[in-house]
Structure formats: C-alpha cells, structure tokens
Antibody, heavy 117, light 111 residues
Framework: EVQLVQSGAEVKKPGESLKISCKGS????????IAWVRQMPGKGLEWMGI????????RYSPSFQGQVTISADKSISTAYLQWSSLKASDTAMYYC??????????WGQGTLVTVSS | QSALTQPASVSGSPGQSITISCTGT?????????VSWYQQHPGKAPKLMIY???KRPSGVSNRFSGSKSGNTASLTISGLQAEDEADYYC???????????FGGGTKLTVL
C-alpha cells in the first residue's frame, strides 16, 4: 500500500527556521517525483515545487523560488520542505503528494505550520 | 503564474448532474493531456478523482467524468449524492513554469 506520512504540526515564531518531512512507503521512492502543495487558511491549493528523489532534480514554482528549499534523502525514503526564516504569511497546511506523470495520485495527511509571535 | 479559472461555487439537488468548468490557456489546459481533478472534504487531504483529462483512478465512482474542449476542462458529477459535497480543484501542466498550476477551487453544495 502506497503511503506518504508527514511530520507533525509545528508552531514557530517569525524568523525561525523549520524543516518538515514526508516519508514514502509501499512503492519505489526513487522512481516518482514528490510534490509539495500549500493551502493557506480558507484558501485553495498551490503547487510549490517538485523533487525527483532518484537524483534530487528539483523544480520550483516561480512564486516559491528562493522562499523555500525542497530536498530528499533517498536512503530513508523521505522528502523535506524547509524554510530558513519563517514569516507569518507562511502559516498554512502543507501537503506532500506523489506525482505520477502529470497528476498527484497519493497524498500525505498534511502538516500544519503556524507562525506567530 | 495565474491559477486556472473555476467558478467559486456550484450547487445541485440529489440525483441531479452538475458540471464544473476549468478555464486555462494554450500554455496549459489547451495544449496538454495532464489535466486532473481533486476532491477535498473539510479538514481532509485532497483526493485524485480524474487524471489525463478523463480517466478515473481505481475506486472512484463512474458518476465522475472529465472532458476538455479547447482551453476549458470540465468535471461532471452525475446522480449527485450528499457525500459529493466538497471542494473541487482542477490542475494542469503548464509550459509557463514547466510545472503545474491549480484552479482556484469550486465549492459544491448538495441541496
């Protein structure tokens, strides 16, 4: 069974750093891209970027380029999304999902990130 | 890049059919088969309902169907049921960013 399990909710202060994770199981982790998707409170879905764990090839949506870093450790089947300096506007639910060609077929349960002073 | 355009809300009675549109451009919906649709219930992760414009993943009811004409894709739900009440998002590959883009989402209310 394909599963993506994300790390737990985080509460951070502005300016702090953060790295959240997404662990894949039940399939060849290195053979599929992993996407990160943001959903701000009460808002729609936004593509942030994707990573191919097989070779760490990474692509970012223009809105997120330079704002976050996507990485992966294929030895433990885990993808990451990180911030070096959080802002209040980063408060959102973040989902990872498996990208099969052009669609997201399996999703993680989401990680809620709250940034507040 | 701009999101694909969806109606903010649609509604229908049980048993009826509804259609949600998703309008893009020749850089996304109009040029690629990678159009997909997702259902999201409150507090839940999105779920893939349609991929490659009109294909259904295993386990998705055949009441859900997808199509495309020009720069507009559509999701049709027939025989509406109370459990279909949710938010629906379309997505398409886009050559603008070599990635993908979502629509703004449509809230479906089953009356």
């Amino acid at each position: 069974e394909v599963q993506l399990v994300q790390s737990g909710a985080e509460v951070k202060k502005p300016g702090e750093s953060l790295k959240i994770s997404c662990k894949g199981s039940g399939y060849s982790f290195t053979s599929y891209w992993i996407a990160w998707v943001r959903q701000m409170p009460g808002k729609g879905l936004e593509w942030m970027g994707i990573i191919y764990p097989g070779d760490s090839d990474t692509r970012y949506s223009p809105s997120f380029q330079g704002q976050v870093t996507i990485s992966a450790d294929k030895s433990i089947s885990t993808a990451y999304l990180q911030w070096s300096s959080l802002k209040a506007s980063d408060t959102a639910m973040y989902y990872c999902a498996r990208l099969d060609r052009g669609w997201l077929d399996y999703w993680g349960q989401g990680t809620l990130v709250t940034v507040s002073s | 890049q701009s999101a694909l355009t969806q109606p903010a809300s649609v509604s229908g009675s049980p048993g009826q059919s509804i259609t949600i549109s998703c309008t893009g451009t020749s850089s996304d919906v109009g040029s690629y088969k990678y159009v997909s649709w997702y259902q999201q219930h409150p507090g839940k992760a999105p779920k893939l309902m349609i991929y490659d414009v009109s294909k259904r993943p295993s386990g998705v009811s055949n009441r859900f169907s997808g199509s495309k004409s020009g720069n507009t894709a559509s999701l049709t739900i027939s025989g509406l049921q109370a459990e279909d009440e949710a938010d629906y998002y379309c997505s398409s590959y886009t050559s603008s960013s070599l990635l993908a883009v979502f629509g703004g989402g449509t809230k479906l209310t089953v009356l």
